[in-house]
């Protein structure tokens, strides 16, 4: 009897716990701000690499800036969804990743063990299309060392860097160019011949530029311009300029440019009109106006990387100089190629300044989730005339003249006009701006 039982015993099932293997993608997350796409960048990682979570997996370019994108799994890539240049979908995947996941299955002697892996097998014949090996180079470089690249119509992948870890200078692309680099692959000819005409695509921020200003200009605009005599600001700017100087280490900056004016300015006369401060919702079903409490004031900002407007956060509670630092934080950053995808979102109107560059006046398109833009041209010295003891006599003046935009869907001339003439009313006589100020 006790021998039956024992030739039974080895009939029934059990259950055992070992490692299987899920391949799991990896979508591009919302990145904000209404971005339905991105462009592909750069690849930092090739199928058969393994990644810890936060690794850097790829860096994209969305109409605002461009974002690395991280890893939130451990494991090994196993298929890449696009060439660099290609087009992202948001909450489409941008990578296979195979994870290790420890799970419990029921063995059953009468299926193959490889059952469980059958999947990952099957998949492997849809990884990645079969790149050379420029492809797999991971290439290290600022996005403005690759706009030179694209100018010269370089395959960045084909440049040796010599920079720190391999990263690619804006020397390595000019060593290229005058042929001091050798190159696995000939510079394709008509862009070496004098006087052929030479398609170029748009680099990231062309692109971006590209369908934001299209779809801007579908608003209907109207235009208004005003001159401002700028004496007074101009000395209360040295004024404050001189006590920074005898302020050394106190502030990260020892002197001012007039835009921390501008902004505060600005911002001071948005709480009498905060309808300019306002953005169209609901535009193509019920349209309405979500008035905004935040001063987040766009500043057109010309980078390496091409024209950029990040927003000095909450002016509205700030002084001068807390201004001032932020714009200096923001300077230094676009300089670097720093510009985050926050320092470019939620922006409720926009300032910009082509005075430093040249020009007087010119016709600012408004970024499409503002209802006004106002722009600043260069200082001048010009003669006015002005009453001096009982005599009208021509004087110098120091003139600067604005000129604004705005959406004519929701917003009328007037309007308009009495905020620039409140705004300019401050700048004029900086002491009733300062008198204002809580």
């Not at 209360?236 to 007039?258: D, H, P, Q, T, V």
């Not at 169209?280 to 500043?299: F, Q």
């Not at 006015?384 to 009208?392: K, M």
């Amino acid at each position: 009897m006790l021998r039956g039982i024992i030739r039974l015993a080895p009939k029934r099932s059990f259950f055992t716990s070992r490692h299987c293997y899920a391949i799991t993608p990896f979508n591009l997350a919302d990145i904000g701000e209404g971005i339905s796409e991105v462009e592909l960048i750069q690849w930092f990682v090739k199928p058969g690499d393994t990644v810890e979570e936060f690794s850097k997996i790829c860096e994209v370019q969305s109409d605002k800036a461009a974002v690395e994108i991280s890893s939130r799994y451990e494991g090994k890539i196993l298929k890449l969804y696009h060439e660099v240049g290609g087009i992202a979908k948001v909450g489409a995947p941008l990578v296979d990743i195979e994870t290790d996941d420890a799970v419990e299955t029921q063995a059953q002697p009468e299926k193959p063990a490889t059952k469980a892996s059958a999947s990952p097998t099957a998949a492997a014949p849809e990884a990645p299309v079969v790149r050379t090996d420029l492809t797999d180079k991971q290439t290290f470089a600022t996005p403005a060392v690759r706009r030179i690249a694209k100018e010269n119509n370089i395959d960045i992948r084909q440049v040796t860097g010599t920079g720190p870890q391999g990263r690619i200078l804006k020397g390595d692309i000019l060593a290229f160019v005058n042929g001091e680099q050798a190159s696995p692959a000939s510079v394709p000819a008509k862009t070496a011949s004098v006087g052929q005409d030479i398609t170029k695509a748009l680099t990231p921020i062309q692109k971006a530029m590209f369908k934001s200003m299209t779809k801007s200009l579908a608003i209907p605009h109207f235009g208004f311009s005003d001159e401002i005599q700028i004496d007074a600001m101009a000395k209360f700017r040295a004024e404050i300029n001189s006590y920074l100087k005898n302020s050394k280490g106190k502030y990260s900056f020892e002197k001012i440019s007039y835009m921390p004016i501008f902004l505060k300015a600005m911002s001071q006369a948005l709480l009498d009109f905060p309808i300019l401060n306002a953005q169209v919702i609901n535009a193509d079903t019920t349209p309405a106006l979500l008035y905004r409490h935040s001063h987040n004031i766009g500043i057109a900002m010309d980078t390496p990387q091409g024209l950029i407007v990040p927003n000095v956060k909450n002016v509205q509670d700030k002084s001068i100089l807390e201004i001032a630092a932020d714009l200096e934080v923001l300077k230094n950053k676009g300089k670097a190629g720093q510009i985050s995808n926050a320092d470019l979102q939620n922006g409720t109107i926009t300032l910009s300044n082509v005075g430093n560059i040249g020009g007087t006046t010119l016709h600012p398109v408004l970024v499409a989730s503002e209802v006004c833009i106002g722009a600043i041209g260069k200082v001048q010295r010009l003669p006015r005339f002005e009453t001096v003891n009982g005599v009208e006599t021509v004087v110098s003046k120091q003139i600067i003249n604005v000129s604004f935009n705005a959406d004519h869907r929701v917003i009328d001339g007037a309007t308009v006009a009495r905020f620039v003439q409140l705004w300019k009313n401050y700048l004029e006589h900086p002491n009733i701006l300062t008198a204002n100020l809580k």
